[in-house]
């Protein structure tokens, strides 16, 4: 399905913090109709209370990034993929050879938990391999192939 984006739409789609913008404002829309005696909720018959406002707001930050900062994420870098019915898989043994589609010499994938995030060559590096970064997905790319899948 192609779309007609105009310059203001391809602006906020590169921004990429415009979904987070317009969270914000309907949630500010729903905090301001439930203050004026609308109810919040069908089972609750009262609004409900922001999550910061339960745990205490002035404890914790709302926009502290070092929250997220130590959790482990899964980085894997993609030396090649391929295609191979099963009754194939199933004749390997040690010393078959796997064709893959990339080229020699052509950049690997660096993937985080499944999400391309850049691409790299591969190094040696005090006897173990490495990947050195080439070219590094931009943060609103990023978002714009999330929001794809």
């Known amino acids: 399905m192609a779309s007609e984006e105009t310059p203001d739409d ?6 990429g913090m415009a979904d987070w913008a317009e969270a914000l404002l309907e949630q500010k829309s729903t905090e301001s109709a439930s203050a004026d005696g609308e109810s919040g909720g069908v089972l609750a018959g009262e609004a409900p209370r922001p999550f910061s406002s339960m745990t205490g ?16 994420v899964q980085l894997s870098v993609e030396l090649g993929r391929t295609k191979v019915p099963i009754k194939h898989i199933l004749q390997l043994g040690q010393g078959s050879v796997v064709e893959l589609d990339a ?17 790299g060559e591969v190094v040696v590096v005090n006897d173990k391999f490495g990947i050195r970064l080439t070219d590094v997905v931009t943060p609103s790319e990023r978002l714009r192939r999330v929001s794809k899948s």
């Not at 391809?10 to 921004?15: E, I, L, S």
């Not at 080229?103 to 691409?119: F, R, S």
């Open 57 to 72: 707001a002035a404890e914790v930050p709302v926009h502290d990034i070092n929250m997220v900062l130590d959790i482990p």
């Open 103 to 119: 080229l020699a010499g052509e950049p690997m994938d660096v993937l985080v938990n499944g999400y391309l995030i850049a691409q």
């Open 10 to 15: 391809a602006a906020a789609a590169d921004d």
